[in-house]
């Protein structure tokens, strides 16, 4: 067959907080969303972009003298010229330790489908199975879906993570291969939603509903599990939960199995470093647990199934130190 | 200060007043007035001895004490007074009479209060009951010029590994005693015995037989004077609860473990005295003389007593006194510090697994011993081992589960029972041993020590004999086989000259392909485990002619059949295991090679040989690119893990061709590790996957450490593939393990994974997934680096902290500062 590429920033074997069961999240590159709280902004553009991790460098400087666009220099560390650098990947071919790492790499739909067919043991076990995710997961459509279809093909068990922006035709091309769908639903002031993510939340609630009409109709084995990042200062207020709230009410369907409420972390503040932006974040502090209960009790309140609130993400820790669970890739929420 | 609140150190729980006093009593240590140290015993002779230290050659930690042990033993020897003509007797025989008449009139036979089980000092250390024309002919194969010590330092210092005839490390046939008891032993030995034609009773067989007969009533004398114990006890008991337990105890002792027991504080009691003297009559406290299923031949008693009346809690009690018991062999050398000898003791206890129709075992027993592992620990004896498998039962994974979230370092193994079982098959087909391992026996294997698989009750497999470090064979190779340095004698300063010690397989440099250099790394493999061999040979035909234990001989299938004791390959099943070392390492090594002087032509031969002579040092880069840009084992990409397939298939199938010449004692392959990564990595130089000596090897069958970072499913896929993997229709169940020993695999989980209801059944579906995909033994991690810095720096918070270094556990405390950071490294490896 004509290979059909996609580029994927990451594989995360074995994840737990990604859908049902163990799973595998393919991470795809690429968002249309500008989110100020994303915990991924290495997954924003589409194409190959290049980073340095400094506590691998060894300081060789290999990098700098192979470049072949002059955009790296050294001054105590490596210097990215954003303005220069083409995403070539050259010095990170070169780099001894994995200090210049590429963020996304082409993969063929066969050769990724064999490589998430690998924890097929585990989905079985676990009711688990593979998660796209991102960035977007239904910006690179054709190549999901091929990648989808295979899975379908091979019995696994699919979900898709998505921020709800695109057009309905990339959905018509990947519900069909779905069981279940995460869908942000991140703050219901379409202003708000403007200043916080670049994008007006009209589409976003036209293409909820869109699939919830199509899991009414296809429901069995489907599922929705719709989530919101509580992101402090930002999303994380009682009218917003409520107004949430509101709208599954108003969604209402036996689709709808579960509504995360996913606490904010701050883990990917090193990324925004790494990739030379500021982050508007980079001193927010976690919530409290006492927040994150006050707004699942308000989420439970306000629902029509109080049963469909969870929560997850990790809550300040008052004490001397902060033990923090390995940095998780959360989805583009 | 602690990081974290010290409630997340797992406290004992729901003890009665009886074993909390018995458990703080136990942990006061040294200050305790009763205690169950080793004591000595001599037949004043003066070229008597009693330290036998070819057991203790796989322990490199008691090479410098070797002699100190040996003189100060003899010193500390109380004198017994033997029979006129002790010396015509044959070895066995005087070694039977002795050790039971130190057992029965010398030792204390003393109840500590409150206590439900009899047998309290055990740990021995008694003559070898040699002539003088014998010792010195002992002491020139052990300790003369061309002798077994010499031969094994020499293994050792050149970094190839070790090997000795090691005592324990079996599964007696306890379920025969509780069901027959001596009495039925006796009568069997003296039966084969009366068949003997007069030639034969006057001869090997005769003399051990008659060894035998007399070893098998040492456990009744020994318990009628612990009956004689409890009377007298009860006699002065002004408690009339405590008068009557007492006087059953007396009761119990004059049944068991002579006659069949009954009850089940009688089979625990049956169980207890067989055991202890196990470890008395081989002088050896304890390391992997293992009880096998415990929950399946102890039930029936169980059963039975319930259904009379027994409280299940009462009932637990006397499990938690046995439990008491078996930490107690940990006092060996409780006042001279364990020296490495009794850090790992491993008197192991198997729990669930399948029976013959592929349906779970586990029982209400199974249950109750897991509450009273909870409710004990921490506490490190005995081990358990719970065997799962695809089918094991919700309730069974959800106690597992809930023993990992609330102990750190939780105390046990898992043992994988397909895997397992696909591999007791593989060796029973290589061994021509069908009639003893098949289909309709195979379910009933349990590990040893760890979680080495054996049978039970009639199979001894050396489990710990052979250590092997397979990544000398890649130095060998670069060298055309010779070591890369001059080894120098670490306690005499003497520098040897580099020799030729393998076969001239070709300078490396004048290799046109990778498959020149692996055909080179295959002579020098099959080499290393020629040496090895030869090697074993030496302690194991020593210990075949000085060293007889005809007590374990009674509990062992096969040694009155054929009237030869266990020493001397008596046992239906006797091989002796050849455990890998450094096995990761070694493939990373090939990989690295193939990766960087082949396929990437990153670097000559030749810079690669003067970088590893070096120790990377003038040679960072290149070092850096064979850590981080060479394929490695452990991330189940296929095309590394087929090299590691390779390695597997070449080293195993080599040890398959060997045999004890004296003993006829079958290798068989496995990987147990036990700490020999961490001290051999100060012996082998710098390796091609970018390890600087003195840095670790990698452990077991694990992938170097930091290399799995594709997380825990990757790593136990590649486990799995490289034990020979699933899908081979014909196969045990279409297992494939290469392995029958089994292999020691760790994975160290974050403990978010079990941080609610929903994620612990995602581990548990992760249990139930590598039973199809991984290995046949597991055990989990879930530390915190945080609680382990501070517990290096305040150790004596942190007395009850267990963690798991390979197949054994310790606690933290109590090991070495490179094994602590190596752990605390593991640990903070999940943040990768």
């Known amino acids: 067959m004509t290979a059909i590429t996609g580029i994927v920033l990451e594989i995360q074997r074995m994840s737990t907080e990604d859908g049902p ?197 296809h429901l069995y084995p489907r599922e929705v599990w719709i989530r919101t990042p509580l992101i402090p200062g930002k999303t994380a207020y009682d009218e917003n939960i409520v107004a949430i709230a509101h709208y599954i009410n108003l969604l209402h369907s036996k689709a709808i199995t579960r509504w995360d409420l996913c606490a904010f972390n701050n883990l990917c503040k090193d990324k925004y470093t790494r990739l030379g932006i500021s982050w508007e974040l980079e001193n927010a502090p976690l919530l409290t647990k006492e927040e994150l209960m006050h707004f699942e009790a308000i989420a439970r309140e306000n629902v029509y199934n109080p049963a469909l609130v969870k929560t997850s993400g990790s809550t300040r820790i008052e004490g001397d130190e902060v033990l923090v669970a390995k940095p998780k890739k959360m989805s583009g929420c | 200060m602690s990081a974290l609140p010290q409630s997340t150190l797992k406290q004992p729980k729901n003890l009665s007043p009886r074993i909390q006093w018995l458990r703080d009593y136990y942990f006061k240590g040294t200050e305790r007035t009763w205690n169950n140290e080793f004591t000595c015993f001599t037949t004043g002779t003066p070229w008597d001895a009693q330290y036998n230290e070819m057991t203790f050659y796989i322990v490199p930690e008691t090479y410098t004490l070797m002699q100190t042990m040996y003189q100060s033993f003899r010193i500390a020897a109380h004198t ?88 324990g490390h079996i599964i007696p046939d306890y379920a025969h005693i509780l069901h027959h008891g001596f009495k039925t032993v006796y009568k069997e030995i003296e039966t084969i015995y009366q068949q003997l034609s007069p030639k034969e009773k006057k001869g090997q067989k005769g003399n051990t037989l008659r060894a035998m007969m007399t070893a098998a009533t040492m456990p009744r004398d020994v318990a009628l004077a612990y009956a004689q114990t409890c009377q007298s006890l009860a ?22 473990p002579w006659e069949a027991a009954t009850t089940f504080w009688e089979a625990v009691q049956s169980l207890w005295i067989t055991h202890m003297l196990v470890m008395s009559d081989e002088n050896y406290p304890g390391p992997g003389v293992s009880f096998g299923r415990i929950d399946q031949y102890l039930y029936p008693y169980w059963q039975y ?136 026996n195979v379910f009933d294997y349990a590990p040893v020590g760890c979680l080495e698989n054996t049978m039970v009750g009639n199979d001894r497999s050396g489990t710990v004999d052979n250590n092997l470090n397979l990544a000398k064979a890649v130095e060998l190779a670069l060298n055309n086989g010779r070591d890369f340095f001059p080894v120098i004698d670490p306690i005499t300063g003497k520098v040897e000259k580099v020799k030729q010690v393998g076969p001239k397989t070709g300078n490396p440099k004048t290799f046109k392909t990778f498959e020149d250099f692996y055909k080179a790394y295959e002579l020098q493999t099959r080499f290393i485990i020629k040496k ?27 040694c009155a059949q054929k009237g030869m004791d266990i020493t001397q390959g008596g046992a239906e099943i006797s091989f002796t295991t050849l455990e890998a070392v450094t096995y990761a390492t070694t493939v990373d090594s090939l990989l690295a090679i193939k990766h960087l002087v082949y396929d990437h032509k990153v670097c000559t031969m030749d810079e690669l040989i003067n970088a590893l002579k070096n120790n990377w040092d003038g040679f960072e880069v290149l070092q850096t690119m064979a850590k981080n840009r060479t394929p490695k084992y452990g991330r189940d990409d296929d095309y590394a893990d087929a090299m590691g397939l390779r390695v597997m298939q070449l080293w195993t199938d080599e ?16 990987m147990l590790s036990w700490n020999y990564w961490v001290g051999s990595g100060y012996i082998l130089p710098a390796t091609p996957d ?77 249990l139930r997934g590598y039973a199809v995909n991984g290995g046949s033994a597991l055990q989990i991690n879930m530390l915190d680096p945080a609680m382990l810095k501070d517990a290096q720096k305040h150790p004596q918070d942190y007395r009850h902290l267990l963690v798991r270094v390979t197949g054994y556990n310790a606690y933290f405390t109590s090991i070495g500062k490179e094994l602590q950071d190596e752990v605390i490294a593991r640990v903070s490896h999940n943040k990768f």
Request: one cysteine or more; glycine letters at 8%.
């Open chain 1, 21 to 217: 069961g163990i799973r595998t999240t393919v991470f795809m590159k690429g968002c249309p969303l500008k989110c100020v709280w994303c915990h991924n902004p290495e997954s924003i553009r589409l194409k190959q972009q290049v980073q340095w991790i400094g506590s691998r460098c060894i300081g060789c400087k290999l990098c700098v003298t192979t470049c072949p666009n002059g955009a790296l220099s050294f001054d105590n560390g490596i210097i990215i010229d954003r303005t220069r650098c083409k995403g070539c990947g050259t010095c990170t071919e070169v780099c001894p330790s994995t200090a210049m790492e590429l963020l996304g790499k082409r993969w063929e739909v066969n050769s990724l489908v064999h490589e998430l067919l690998k924890d097929k043991a585990y989905f079985l076990t676990s009711g688990g199975g593979i998660t796209i995710s991102g960035g977007e997961s239904t910006l690179q459509t054709k190549f999901v879906q091929q990648v989808l279809i295979q899975l379908k093909h091979h019995g696994i068990h699919t979900a898709i993570d998505t921020c709800g922006i695109c057009n309905q035709h990339a959905l018509d091309m990947l519900l069909p291969y779905v069981d279940c769908v995460l869908y942000d639903l991140k703050e219901m002031d379409p202003q708000k939603h403007i200043v916080f993510t670049g994008k007006s939340n009209d589409g976003i609630l036209k293409n909820v509903r869109f699939i919830i009409e199509y899991m009414n109709n």
């Open chain 2, 235 to 256: 006699h002065e008991q002004s408690n009339p609860s405590r008068k009557e337990e007492l006087l059953q105890m007396a009761s119990n002792l004059a049944i068991v």
């Open chain 2, 305 to 440: 007593s319930l259904a009379r009346g027994m409280d299940r809690e009462f009932g637990k009690e006397i499990l938690k006194c046995f439990f008491i018991h078996c930490n107690t062999a940990y006092d060996a050398m409780i006042r001279t510090g364990n020296n490495g000898i009794t850090a790992g003791y491993g008197q192991l206890i198997t729990l669930a697994g399948v029976g013959k129709d592929m349906h779970d075992m586990a029982n209400d027993l199974t249950f109750a011993l897991l509450e009273v592992i909870d409710e004990m620990s921490p506490i490190l004896e005995p081990k358990p081992n719970i065997r799962l498998h695809t089918n094991s039962p919700d309730a069974l994974l959800d106690k597992v589960v809930d023993m990992v979230a609330s102990c750190q370092g939780a105390p046990f193994l898992l043992n994988f029972d397909e895997r397992s079982m696909a591999g007791m098959i593989r060796e029973a087909k290589k061994a021509g041993i069908q009639h003893l391992i098949n289909e309709d």
């Open chain 2, 690 to 766: 970018g390890r600087k000596k003195g840095q670790f090897l990698s452990n077991a069958i694990c992938p170097v450490n930091g290399a799995d970072i594709n997380g825990p499913t990757a790593n136990a896929n590649s486990v799995g593939k490289v034990l020979g993997g699933k899908d081979h229709p014909g196969e045990f169940m279409d297992y494939v393990n290469l392995l029958p020993n089994g292999a020691s695999h760790t994975i160290t989980f974050n403990p978010s994974i079990l941080k609610d209801p929903e994620h612990r059944e995602k581990f548990k579906a992760f």
């Open chain 2, 80 to 167: 017994v007074a033997i029979p006129d003509g002790f010396f015509t007797w044959s070895i066995p025989e005087r070694r039977a009479w002795f050790n039971k008449e130190v057992m029965v009139h010398y030792l204390p036979h003393e109840i500590l209060p409150g206590d439900l089980i009899a047998g309290a000092r055990f740990n021995t250390q008694t003559s070898m009951c040699l002539s003088k024309s014998e010792m010195k002919k002992r002491t020139k194969r052990v300790m003369g010029k061309n002798g077994a010590r010499k031969k094994m330092k020499w293994f050792h210092d050149h970094g190839f590994g070790n090997s000795g005839a090691t005592s």
């Open chain 2, 655 to 670: 040890s398959w061709n060997y045999k004890t010449k004296s003993t006829a004692r079958q290798f068989r392959p496995g």
């Open chain 2, 532 to 558: 090895i061999t030869e090697l074993y040979e030496e302690s194991e035909s020593i210990r075949a002619v000085f060293h007889p234990t005809p007590y374990l001989s009674c509990l062992v299938k096969g």
